[in-house]
């Protein structure tokens, strides 16, 4: 199983990692059209931290003992056993933001609808992940975990 | 005989199973569940009275639950009584079941003061399922509602009702509505908000009689209030709380306060008998004693906790406390732990009140460790505040940034951020 791991030492702190991000996830995958034509504009699930000199990207890091999962009022949120990722199922989601409030990581968000909640879904359907593919400096990459 | 007898199907009672299964693949898990239906998402309910879920979103894991878990469920049967000498549960239906261990998941009931007139039609509670149905099926024939009950539940159904067209009044006992969550400046913009969406909001008293109709004095008509005004509606929901259902171990050696006192791995003062949920009075990290605190997402670890522990793999419940997130009337909220101390002194109390943005955020620091949270509006980073309240963390050195629009992890000085989140 794959997990993302920021190294803040690398990050320079430029922000690509939330443009791919959002651009991964508009319904245009394209830049220009993602941030100037979709209306509501998509939402990066990643955040770039900065409080200088230190910056970080945080995304979910899909736990092992997730808390979003064991706190989730509708069953929304669930651990894939497979993968062992977290994933978030939007249609099954009440956007009662318990969540959000036991995330240890501040990563998950509300959506642009506001009315449910949005997270990393490790970009299902890619090898690796768009943050870290298009991060320029190494400093988010892909590490192997033990199931 | 089965090894593991859950009794109760809700938050605590499946999460118990999830864990028992990660453990113990193979055991016999029997669970009785006096609820018909899979197992589901109670605080969904108002969802399901506003329109907003139907049934099928409410079912809070896989229609195939009970199967996948190799599951023995006795559905729609309720548990009467418990022989824990000889180790079985009596169902309603005369049956026995033996067990190695028991989970006592029973949940709570709504509580309800009596009332004159309690017995008319149009009358209801709000905890389950077909508390919801009931009330949803007399909703188009009713123009106005009356909500005993100013907490959560009550807020929850009043937003619902308020999406249905009805004209609602809330009752609430208290000067404040959300009293036990929410201090005087939240709960006043919360109140606007709601007064603003046609609530009339009633505080410091509580119905005292409830009329019926002057053309049929069965159904409900009517309000009288302790102050003697009365309010005209059609239906009544009871809406103040729940009371755990321990009526079970009643006359067992099991040890009660208010509900079923559970030690740090759910275990009641009978060997192999353990409690989780509404029903049980567990440890709250913050008060550091055993509480009350009936909510979903303890109730689901509460049972995490139990499950391990009954199938022999030992974790320790690392302590709940109160902590509620709220979506009403479009302004989110999250409150969690002591956010309106009774006694100021000794707490040390950090806001920022932005009112023209509907904002307040509010922190409560006792010896520079964040014992209560309360964030309306922006809530985002709650949940790296809750950790350093969880781990309770000395923030001394960057308290003054808590309440910061960027603070986030890179505002933790980095020894910090390496302990917590990279150890």
């Given at each position: 199983m794959k997990r993302i791991v920021a190294k803040e030492e690398f990050c320079i702190g430029c922000g690509l990692c939330e443009v791919y991000c959002t651009v991964q996830h508009s319904k245009s995958k394209d830049v220009i059209k993602a941030y100037n034509r979709e209306n509501p504009r998509p939402l990066g699930r990643v955040r770039l931290e900065v409080n200088k000199p230190v910056s970080f990207a945080v995304q979910c890091r899909h736990c092992e003992d997730a808390p979003c999962v064991t706190a989730c009022l509708s069953g929304a949120m669930k651990k894939d056993e497979s993968t062992g990722l977290v994933i978030h199922d939007a249609e099954k989601c009440m956007g009662c933001w318990t969540c959000i409030m036991v995330c240890p990581y501040g990563a998950i968000k509300m959506d642009a609808s506001g009315k449910v909640v949005s997270k990393c879904d490790f970009c299902s359907g890619l090898d690796v992940p768009a943050c870290v593919a298009n991060c320029p400096n190494g400093a988010l990459v892909l590490i192997e975990v033990k199931p | 005989m089965a090894k593991y007898v859950i009794i109760g199907a809700s938050a605590a009672g499946i999460s118990a199973v999830e864990a028992i299964r990660e453990v113990d693949p193979v055991s016999t898990i029997t669970v009785v569940s006096e609820e018909p239906c899979p197992s589901y998402s109670r605080p969904m309910i108002s969802d399901l009275v506003s329109g907003k879920a139907n049934f099928e979103k409410m079912l809070c894991r896989d229609g195939q639950f009970w199967e996948k878990n190799n599951v023995q469920a006795l559905t729609g049967q309720r548990a009467v009584s418990l022989n824990l000498k000889e180790k079985y549960v009596v169902l309603d239906n005369g049956a026995r079941v033996s067990f190695e261990k028991l989970l006592i998941a029973t949940g709570g009931k709504p509580f309800v003061p009596k009332i004159e007139g309690a017995d008319k039609k149009g009358v209801f509670t709000f905890t389950k399922l077909s508390d919801a149905e009931s009330l949803a099926a007399e909703i188009e024939k009713a123009k106005s509602a009356v909500v005993v009950g100013g907490g959560l539940i009550g807020v929850s159904l009043t937003e619902a009702l308020v999406k249905r067209g009805l004209k609602v009044t809330i009752v609430e006992l208290q000067n404040k509505i959300l009293s036990l969550i929410l201090d005087a400046t939240a709960s006043d913009m919360v109140a606007n908000v709601m007064e603003r969406a046609g609530v009339t909001i009633v505080t410091g008293q509580s119905v005292q009689r409830i009329l019926g109709k002057p053309e049929d004095e069965r159904v409900v008509?009517?309000?009288?209030?302790?102050?003697?005004?009365?309010?005209?509606?059609?239906?009544?929901?009871?809406?103040?709380?729940?009371?755990?259902?321990?009526?079970?171990?009643?006359?067992?050696?099991?040890?009660?306060?208010?509900?079923?006192?559970?030690?740090?791995?759910?275990?009641?003062?009978?060997?192999?008998?353990?409690?989780?949920?509404?029903?049980?009075?567990?440890?709250?990290?913050?008060?550091?004693?055993?509480?009350?605190?009936?909510?979903?997402?303890?109730?689901?670890?509460?049972?995490?906790?139990?499950?391990?522990?009954?199938?022999?793999?030992?974790?320790?419940?690392?302590?709940?406390?109160?902590?509620?997130?709220?979506?009403?009337?479009?302004?989110?909220?999250?409150?969690?732990?002591?956010?309106?101390?009774?006694?100021?002194?000794?707490?040390?109390?950090?806001?920022?009140?932005?009112?023209?943005?509907?904002?307040?955020?509010?922190?409560?620091?006792?010896?520079?460790?964040?014992?209560?949270?309360?964030?309306?509006?922006?809530?985002?980073?709650?949940?790296?505040?809750?950790?350093?309240?969880?781990?309770?963390?000395?923030?001394?050195?960057?308290?003054?940034?808590?309440?910061?629009?960027?603070?986030?992890?890179?505002?933790l000085p980095s020894s910090l951020r390496k302990r917590l989140y990279l150890e």
């Amino acid at each position: 199983m794959k997990r993302i791991v920021a190294k803040e030492e690398f990050c320079i702190g430029c922000g690509l990692c939330e443009v791919y991000c959002t651009v991964q996830h508009s319904k245009s995958k394209d830049v220009i059209k993602a941030y100037n034509r979709e209306n509501p504009r998509p939402l990066g699930r990643v955040r770039l931290e900065v409080n200088k000199p230190v910056s970080f990207a945080v995304q979910c890091r899909h736990c092992e003992d997730a808390p979003c999962v064991t706190a989730c009022l509708s069953g929304a949120m669930k651990k894939d056993e497979s993968t062992g990722l977290v994933i978030h199922d939007a249609e099954k989601c009440m956007g009662c933001w318990t969540c959000i409030m036991v995330c240890p990581y501040g990563a998950i968000k509300m959506d642009a609808s506001g009315k449910v909640v949005s997270k990393c879904d490790f970009c299902s359907g890619l090898d690796v992940p768009a943050c870290v593919a298009n991060c320029p400096n190494g400093a988010l990459v892909l590490i192997e975990v033990k199931p | 005989m089965a090894k593991y007898v859950i009794i109760g199907a809700s938050a605590a009672g499946i999460s118990a199973v999830e864990a028992i299964r990660e453990v113990d693949p193979v055991s016999t898990i029997t669970v009785v569940s006096e609820e018909p239906c899979p197992s589901y998402s109670r605080p969904m309910i108002s969802d399901l009275v506003s329109g907003k879920a139907n049934f099928e979103k409410m079912l809070c894991r896989d229609g195939q639950f009970w199967e996948k878990n190799n599951v023995q469920a006795l559905t729609g049967q309720r548990a009467v009584s418990l022989n824990l000498k000889e180790k079985y549960v009596v169902l309603d239906n005369g049956a026995r079941v033996s067990f190695e261990k028991l989970l006592i998941a029973t949940g709570g009931k709504p509580f309800v003061p009596k009332i004159e007139g309690a017995d008319k039609k149009g009358v209801f509670t709000f905890t389950k399922l077909s508390d919801a149905e009931s009330l949803a099926a007399e909703i188009e024939k009713a123009k106005s509602a009356v909500v005993v009950g100013g907490g959560l539940i009550g807020v929850s159904l009043t937003e619902a009702l308020v999406k249905r067209g009805l004209k609602v009044t809330i009752v609430e006992l208290q000067n404040k509505i959300l009293s036990l969550i929410l201090d005087a400046t939240a709960s006043d913009m919360v109140a606007n908000v709601m007064e603003r969406a046609g609530v009339t909001i009633v505080t410091g008293q509580s119905v005292q009689r409830i009329l019926g109709k002057p053309e049929d004095e069965r159904v409900v008509g009517g309000v009288v209030l302790t102050n003697g005004n009365s309010v005209q509606c059609d239906m009544v929901i009871i809406a103040i709380g729940v009371v755990p259902r321990a009526e079970l171990v009643s006359g067992t050696d099991v040890k009660t306060n208010r509900g079923i006192l559970v030690d740090r791995f759910m275990r009641t003062s009978v060997p192999d008998v353990y409690a989780s949920g509404d029903v049980a009075e567990a440890y709250d990290f913050i008060s550091g004693e055993n509480r009350l605190l009936p909510l979903w997402p303890l109730a689901q670890l509460e049972g995490r906790v139990a499950g391990y522990n009954m199938a022999g793999k030992k974790a320790e419940y690392p302590g709940g406390t109160a902590m509620s997130a709220l979506k009403y009337f479009g302004i989110p909220i999250i409150s969690i732990g002591l956010v309106n101390p009774k006694n100021a002194e000794g707490y040390e109390i950090l806001t920022r009140y932005e009112p023209e943005k509907r904002l307040y955020k509010k922190i409560v620091l006792k010896d520079d460790v964040i014992v209560g949270i309360l964030l309306l509006n922006d809530i985002e980073r709650a949940g790296v505040l809750f950790n350093l309240m969880k781990n309770s963390v000395n923030v001394k050195k960057f308290k003054q940034a808590l309440l910061s629009e960027n603070f986030g992890l890179a505002t933790l000085p980095s020894s910090l951020r390496k302990r917590l989140y990279l150890e």
